[in-house]
C-alpha cells in the first residue's frame, strides 16, 4: 500500500539513496493554478541541512511537474512530481547491510521481503515524506480557495522541555518550530549536548486545522478522526497520535469533557472539531509523539543476517531529534485527510445544501467581533 486516499490518492514511490523520489497525485479538480515554485516553502521546512540540529544531508529538493498541469493549471488528469536526490552517500551504509539495526525497519523488511534496501534506510526512510509534504502543497492551496483551511503546526514538546508561553508568529522563526520565542537557546543548548553525547531524544507536534466545515467524515469506517489517526501514524518514528485532548480525557470527567453548545458557539473543545467522526465546525485538533531516533553512534547489540551476536554502531547523518522535523509532514498528512474528506463530502452530500441551526464553532471572546 503506497497509495493514500480515496478520491484525492496519492501514490509515493522512491528510496533515500535512489536515484529520485516521486508521487502520482490522482483525483485533483481542474483549474487550480499552481507552479513550481509554490513546493520551495513547505520542502524547504521539512529538509535537512538547514540547521546544526538536523541530519547534515543536504537535498536539492527541485520539484518537477511531470504531468497534470498545462498552462500553470492542473487539468483534472494524474499530477506527477519528480524530486531528484542530490547528496546520498550509500558508503556510509556498508557495514549495517550485514546487521540489523535496534529500533529500525531493517529486521522487519527482511522478514518480510527477503531482501532489503540497506541505504539510508530504502524505501522506510524518511526521505520519502518529502512527496506528502509536496502533495499537500496542492491540497492547502485547493482547501485554502474553496473553504479558508488552515492548516498549522509546531513543535510541542522536546525531550523534557515544553513550551512557556505560545506564539504563532514565533513558530516559523525558528528551527525547531517552537512557539515560545525566548526558549530557543535553551533548546539550541539541548540540542548541542544531546548531539555531543551521540544519543537522541523524542518529540512531540501538534497540528491545528482552522476553518474545517461541518459535516465532513464518514460515521462508521471512514471517521475523520480515524482516518486523521492512521494518517498520522504512517509518518516515520510516530508512536502515538490523539484528537482533541486525547489520553487526557482518562481523569476529566463528563461533565468536563463535553464540549457544550450555546447559539453563540460550542463552549470547549476537548474533542478536538469531531464528534461521531464527523467535524463539528470547530478547530481540528491532533497531536503526534515521535520516538527518538535510533540511528546513534553509541555502540549496542544486535544480531547480523546469518543469525549470529554483533554489535552494532551507525555512521552517517542522522537527526537527534526526528521530531524537529515532523511537524511540516504532520502538517502535510492532515491536509491530504481533509482534501480527500472534502471532496468525498462534496460528492455525495453536494446537494444537501446549508442546515440549520449552524453553530459558531467557538464562543466568541469578550470584546471581539467574533
Same mark, same amino acid.
Given at each position: 500500500?503506497?497509495?493514500?486516499?480515496?478520491?484525492?490518492?496519492?501514490?509515493?514511490?522512491?528510496?533515500?539513496?535512489?536515484?529520485?523520489?516521486?508521487?502520482?497525485?490522482?483525483?485533483?479538480?481542474?483549474?487550480?493554478?499552481?507552479?513550481?515554485?509554490?513546493?520551495? @516553502?513547505?520542502?524547504?521546512?521539512?529538509?535537512?541541512?538547514?540547521?546544526?540540529?538536523?541530519?547534515?544531508?543536504?537535498?536539492?529538493?527541485?520539484?518537477?511537474?511531470?504531468?497534470?498541469?498545462f498552462e500553470g493549471r492542473t487539468t483534472g488528469t494524474p499530477i506527477a512530481l519528480l524530486v531528484r536526490n542530490t547528496d546520498a552517500r550509500s558508503k556510509d551504509y556498508g557495514r549495517i547491510a550485514e546487521?540489523?539495526?535496534?529500533?529500525?525497519?531493517?529486521?522487519?523488511?527482511?522478514?518480510?521481503?527477503?531482501?532489503?534496501?540497506?541505504?539510508?534506510?530504502?524505501?522506510?526512510?524518511?526521505?520519502?515524506?518529502?512527496?506528502?509534504?509536496?502533495?499537500?502543497?496542492?491540497?492547502?492551496?485547493?482547501?485554502?480557495?474553496?473553504?479558508?483551511?488552515?492548516?498549522?503546526?509546531?513543535?510541542?514538546?522536546?525531550?523534557?522541555?515544553?513550551?512557556?508561553?505560545?506564539?504563532?508568529?514565533?513558530?516559523?522563526?525558528?528551527?525547531?518550530?517552537?512557539?515560545?520565542?525566548?526558549?530557543?537557546? @535553551?533548546?539550541?543548548?539541548?540540542?548541542?549536548?544531546?548531539?555531543?553525547?551521540?544519543?537522541?531524544?523524542?518529540?512531540?507536534?501538534?497540528?491545528?486545522?482552522?476553518?474545517?466545515?461541518?459535516?465532513?467524515?464518514?460515521?462508521?469506517?471512514?471517521?475523520?478522526?480515524?482516518?486523521?489517526?492512521?494518517?498520522?501514524?504512517?509518518?516515520?518514528?510516530?508512536?502515538?497520535?490523539?484528537?482533541?485532548?486525547?489520553?487526557?480525557?482518562? $481523569?476529566?470527567?463528563?461533565?468536563?469533557?463535553?464540549?457544550?453548545?450555546?447559539?453563540?458557539?460550542?463552549?470547549?473543545?476537548?474533542?478536538?472539531?469531531?464528534?461521531?467522526?464527523?467535524?463539528?465546525?470547530?478547530?481540528? $485538533?491532533?497531536?503526534?509523539? @515521535?520516538?527518538?531516533?535510533?540511528?546513534?553512534? @553509541?555502540?549496542?547489540?544486535?544480531?547480523?543476517?546469518?543469525?549470529?551476536?554483533?554489535?552494532?554502531?551507525? $555512521?552517517?547523518?542522522?537527526?537527534?531529534?526526528?521530531?524537529?522535523?515532523?511537524?511540516?509532514?504532520?502538517?502535510?498528512m492532515i491536509a491530504l485527510v481533509l482534501m480527500d474528506q472534502a471532496l468525498r463530502h462534496r460528492a455525495q452530500c453536494g446537494d444537501v445544501g446549508p442546515v440549520q441551526p449552524l453553530i459558531p464553532g467557538?464562543?466568541?471572546?469578550?470584546?471581539?467581533?467574533?
Open positions: 500500500m503506497n497509495t493514500f486516499g480515496h478520491l484525492f490518492r496519492v501514490t509515493t514511490f522512491g528510496e533515500s539513496h535512489g536515484p529520485a523520489i516521486g508521487c502520482v497525485i490522482d483525483g485533483c479538480p481542474p483549474g487550480l493554478e499552481i507552479a513550481v515554485e509554490e513546493f520551495r @516553502l513547505d520542502l524547504d521546512r521539512r529538509a535537512t541541512g538547514k540547521s546544526r540540529h538536523t541530519s547534515a544531508r543536504h537535498e536539492a529538493d527541485e520539484v518537477e511537474i511531470l504531468s497534470g498541469v546487521q540489523f539495526r535496534p529500533g529500525h525497519a531493517d529486521y522487519t523488511y527482511w522478514q518480510k521481503y527477503g531482501i532489503r534496501d540497506p541505504r539510508g534506510g530504502g524505501r522506510s526512510s524518511a526521505r520519502e515524506t518529502t512527496m506528502r509534504v509536496a502533495a499537500a502543497v496542492i491540497a492547502k492551496k485547493w482547501l485554502a480557495l474553496q473553504f479558508g483551511v488552515r492548516v498549522r503546526g509546531y513543535l510541542s514538546q522536546l525531550g523534557e522541555i515544553t513550551p512557556q508561553a505560545f506564539d504563532w508568529n514565533a513558530v516559523e522563526d525558528n528551527p525547531f518550530f517552537w512557539p515560545s520565542a525566548e526558549q530557543v537557546p @535553551l533548546l539550541e543548548s539541548y540540542m548541542d549536548a544531546l548531539r555531543k553525547s551521540g544519543d537522541s531524544v523524542g518529540a512531540r507536534v501538534n497540528v491545528v486545522a482552522d476553518g474545517v466545515p461541518a459535516g465532513w467524515g464518514e460515521p462508521v469506517y471512514g471517521k475523520l478522526d480515524g482516518e486523521l489517526a492512521a494518517a498520522l501514524m504512517s509518518i516515520n518514528a510516530v508512536k502515538g497520535v490523539e484528537i482533541g485532548d486525547g489520553f487526557a480525557a482518562v $481523569t476529566q470527567k463528563g461533565t468536563e469533557h463535553r464540549d457544550e453548545i450555546s447559539p453563540q458557539g460550542f463552549l470547549s473543545n476537548h474533542a478536538g472539531g469531531i464528534l461521531g467522526g464527523i467535524s463539528t465546525g470547530q478547530q481540528v $485538533t491532533a497531536s503526534i509523539v @515521535l520516538k527518538p531516533t535510533s540511528s546513534l553512534r @553509541l555502540p549496542g547489540h544486535t544480531v547480523d543476517i546469518e543469525g549470529n551476536p554483533a554489535e552494532v554502531i551507525t $555512521t552517517g547523518r542522522h537527526d537527534p531529534c526526528v521530531g524537529i522535523r515532523a511537524t511540516p509532514i504532520a502538517e502535510a467557538s464562543v466568541p471572546a469578550a470584546g471581539s467581533h467574533g
